[in-house]
């Protein structure tokens, strides 16, 4: 029995999420394909007194992976999805190579639906999702995630419907400083202070900014079939 499965809890929002719900007492499973990473999670949330956390080995891109980790839990009240590689997704689309472009959407969207697939009848609370800014500001160097991203809200709106009264929900970060940053080969700190000059919460996000957007619609029995933007502002930038 666990309380929240975190697909992509090894690290960055992920991490930050299961660091928050541990610290709520609750029952943790964090996800990832990378044993030695999920395990320096567990060492590095680990404390007496707050919840339990396990791992699970499993690449959202493959359904036998979602189906098994599943299969594996009877019950679990909410759900949340974080993963994503970003290797190789940057640049002009005549420059991505199709098998990046694929497993960007077999990872973001298709995975996504996998979830709703397999944790149907399981999940009892909240599924959520993680989209991103750029499919609401794209920059002509990330296409294909944005439209990954975008089509994001449709499928949260539709698993909505279908899984009801399991609230489904989108949660669309803007820049946040993570290790996702580390596979784009640019220069971070400067393209941080440029952004954070620009936008209306004058500064780039944290992971803890979005753990906390995370809590509150995993919490609020309300919010079903939406995209919360938790971006500084840079939407409307
Ligand atoms: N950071 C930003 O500025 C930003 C902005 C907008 C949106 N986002 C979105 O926010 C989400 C979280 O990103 P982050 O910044 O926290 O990145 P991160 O630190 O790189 O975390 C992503 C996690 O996903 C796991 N993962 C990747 N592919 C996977 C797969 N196929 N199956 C299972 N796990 C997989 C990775 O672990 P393994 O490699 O071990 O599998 C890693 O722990 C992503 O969906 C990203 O697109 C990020």
Do not use: C
């Amino acid at each position: 029995m666990t309380d929240a499965i975190i697909i992509g809890g090894g690290s960055g929002m992920g991490l930050a999420l299961a660091r928050t719900l541990l610290a709520e007492d609750m029952q943790v499973t964090i996800v990832g394909r990378s044993s030695d990473r999920l395990a320096r999670a567990r060492t590095e949330l680990a404390r007496p007194g707050h919840g339990r956390i396990t791992t699970i080995t499993a690449d959202l891109g493959r359904e036998e992976d979602v189906a098994g980790l599943f299969a594996q839990v009877e019950r679990v009240e909410h759900v949340a999805v974080t993963a994503a590689d970003a290797t190789g997704v940057y640049g002009r689309t005549a420059d991505v190579a199709t098998a990046t472009a694929r497993a960007v959407v077999e990872t973001k969207l298709l995975g996504a639906w996998l979830v709703g697939k397999h944790a149907a009848g399981r999940v009892t609370g909240s599924i959520t999702f993680t989209s991103g800014i750029n499919a609401y500001r794209p920059n002509g160097s990330n296409t294909i995630m944005a439209a990954a991203n975008g089509a994001l809200a449709s499928l949260a709106y539709g698993l909505a419907i279908e899984l009801a009264p399991v609230r489904v929900n989108v949660i669309s970060p803007g820049w946040v400083d993570t290790p996702i940053w580390d596979q784009l080969g640019m220069d971070k700190q400067a393209a941080f202070a440029e952004l954070a000059a620009r936008l209306p919460a004058r500064r780039v996000g944290t992971p803890d900014d979005i753990a906390q957007a995370f809590l509150s619609v995993m919490r609020n029995g309300f919010i079903t079939g939406t995209v919360l933007h938790v971006d500084g502002g840079h939407r409307i930038t």
